[in-house]
């Protein structure tokens, strides 16, 4: 299944601008995923339209022991990261890239557009008060980034068939598990539209500049 999941990555990459198109018109992220070309009528004629893959829905615990939903996130772009708060190696460097992703659209006014979405992928350990001191730790803003919590399958399901990234429990991985450092970019349809190494600064800063630009599109 980890390996489907990454060969979906790589072979059902859908480009939104290419080759002359894209040096005159402004880049759009593309979608991720699979997706399907259907036929629609419209006025009495036939068109080709394309379905693009949706994260699917989904119901988790946050922080603050209130329920969160695909319904909150709807409507609205946002990242997506998985972690865990005993994590000895990735985990802080993830969450710090995340904060200052939240400082930024604090800065630029734009908190509250773009939401926030962190998965524990040990829900054992990851009880509410624990999330809540790892959120104040970071300064999350709620209702803007929540830290979630659930039944063990339903997160590593939402990991795996959701996102389509990777999400499980390892004796061999550092801290008993082993998760993607990757982000997910989603947009307000929830709609996969980029991943980015959440290790890395520069991916990052490339991520924001991509969640500018969709939220770009959705007001043009």
């Not at 070309?37 to 829905?57: C, F, M, Q, S, W």
């Not at 959701?162 to 550092?174: I, K, P």
């Amino acid at each position: 299944m980890r390996n489907n999941c990454l060969f979906i990555l790589i072979a059902l990459l859908i480009v939104a601008c290419t080759g002359e198109e894209e040096s005159q018109t402004e880049f759009v992220p593309p979608f991720y995923g699979p997706h399907q070309v259907v036929e629609v009528e419209e006025n009495g004629a036939i068109r080709l339209d394309t379905t693009y893959y949706t994260v699917p829905k989904f119901s988790f615990t946050n922080h603050k022991g209130q329920e969160v939903s695909h319904q909150d996130y709807l409507g609205h772009v946002y990242v997506a990261d998985f972690f865990f708060s005993n994590c000895p190696s990735i985990c802080p460097i993830l969450s710090s890239q995340l904060a200052r992703v939240q400082d930024k659209l604090i800065q630029d006014s734009l908190l509250g557009n773009v939401l926030l979405l962190s998965h524990t992928v040990d829900p054992r350990r990851d009880t509410v008060e624990a999330l809540d001191a790892y959120a104040e730790q970071l300064g999350a803003q709620l209702p803007y980034w929540n830290f979630v919590t659930g039944d063990p399958g339903d997160l590593y399901y939402q990991a795996e068939q959701g996102y389509l990234v990777t999400a499980f429990e390892s004796d061999t991985a550092a801290g008993g598990f082993f998760h993607t450092d990757q982000f997910a970019l989603i947009d307000e349809h929830m709609r996969i539209r980029g991943y980015y190494d959440g290790t890395s600064t520069s991916e990052v800063d490339s991520m924001y500049t991509d969640i500018l630009r969709l939220l770009k599109a959705n007001h043009d």
